[in-house]
C-alpha cells in the first residue's frame, strides 16, 4: 500500500516562530487533506487540497502532486497550534484516506 | 454544519461486557467511516459504509461489529473485548459523488478495557 511520511516527526517552536511541515507520499493520490489533533484527540480538518497552494489566515498548504509532496506552514505560531498534524490521502477508492506518521508541534511562551 | 458527533466521550469496560458507541452526522453525507487511533499513533481505517452498506473491513476481529441503521447514523457495536483494544475510536463522514470526498471527523471516543 501507499507510504505517507511527514518529518519533521516533533518540532518546538517558540510563540510567534514560523515552520514548515512536509508530508511525502509513495504513489499518486487522489487528494490529501491536513488535520490538526488538539490535545483532546480532535481532528480538526485545515485544509483539502489536491494541488495547488491554498491560505487560511496564519496557515497555508501547498501541494505539488507530480512529485509526491504537500507542505503546510504556520506563521506567527501561538500555543494554540500546539498538537499533532496528520496529512492524509485519498488513493484509489476514494473512501479509503491514509494517514501520515504526523508531527507532534509543541508551541511555547 | 460540518459537525459530526459521537458518544460517549468516555468509556470504560470489561472484557466480558457488551457496550455500543455510536456516531451521527446531519450532513447529508452518505459515506461513513470507523477509525482505531492507539496513543502516539495516526488513526487506522476500520470499517466504511456507503449507501448505509458495508463496503470495506479492514480485517477487523469479529468482536468489532459495525451497523448502519440510516444514513445518518453509525453504530460500533463491541463484545468481548481485550485489553490491547483500548484506544480513541473516531467517526467521520463525507460525499461519495462528486468530486470532493473531504472526511470530516468526531471528537471520539476514548476506550479503556479492562
Redesign the interface.
Known amino acids: 500500500g501507499i507510504q505517507v511520511e511527514q518529518s519533521p516527526p516533533d518540532l518546538i517552536l517558540q510563540e510567534g516562530a514560523n515552520s514548515t511541515l512536509r508530508c511525502n507520499f509513495s504513489d499518486s493520490v487522489?487528494?490529501l487533506?491536513w488535520?490538526h489533533q488538539n490535545p483532546?484527540?480532535?481532528?480538526i480538518?485545515l485544509f483539502?487540497i489536491p494541488s495547488g497552494t491554498k491560505q487560511n489566515g496564519r496557515l497555508s498548504a501547498t501541494t505539488v502532486a507530480t512529485e509526491r509532496y504537500s507542505l503546510l506552514y504556520i506563521s506567527s505560531s501561538q500555543t494554540t497550534d500546539s498538537g499533532v498534524y496528520?496529512c492524509?490521502v485519498?488513493t484509489g477508492?476514494?473512501?479509503?484516506?491514509?494517514?501520515?506518521?504526523?508531527t507532534r508541534l509543541q508551541v511555547t511562551l | 454544519d460540518t459537525e459530526v458527533t459521537q458518544t460517549p466521550k468516555h468509556l470504560v469496560m470489561g472484557m466480558t461486557n457488551k457496550k455500543s458507541l455510536k456516531c451521527e452526522q446531519h450532513m447529508g453525507h452518505r459515506a461513513m467511516y470507523w477509525y482505531k487511533q492507539k496513543a502516539k499513533k495516526p488513526p487506522e481505517l476500520m470499517f466504511v459504509y456507503s449507501y448505509e452498506k458495508l463496503s470495506i473491513n479492514e480485517s477487523v476481529p469479529s468482536r468489532f461489529s459495525p451497523e448502519c441503521p440510516n444514513s445518518s447514523l453509525l453504530n460500533l457495536h463491541l463484545h468481548a473485548l481485550q485489553p490491547e483494544d483500548s484506544a480513541l475510536y473516531l467517526c467521520a463522514s463525507s460525499q461519495i459523488t462528486g468530486a470532493r470526498y473531504e472526511q470530516y471527523f468526531g471528537p471520539g471516543t476514548r476506550l479503556t478495557v479492562t
Do not use: D, E, R
Open positions: 487522489n487528494n487533506q488535520f483532546w484527540g480532535q481532528l480538518n483539502y496528520f492524509a485519498h477508492t476514494a473512501s479509503k484516506l491514509t494517514f501520515g506518521t504526523g
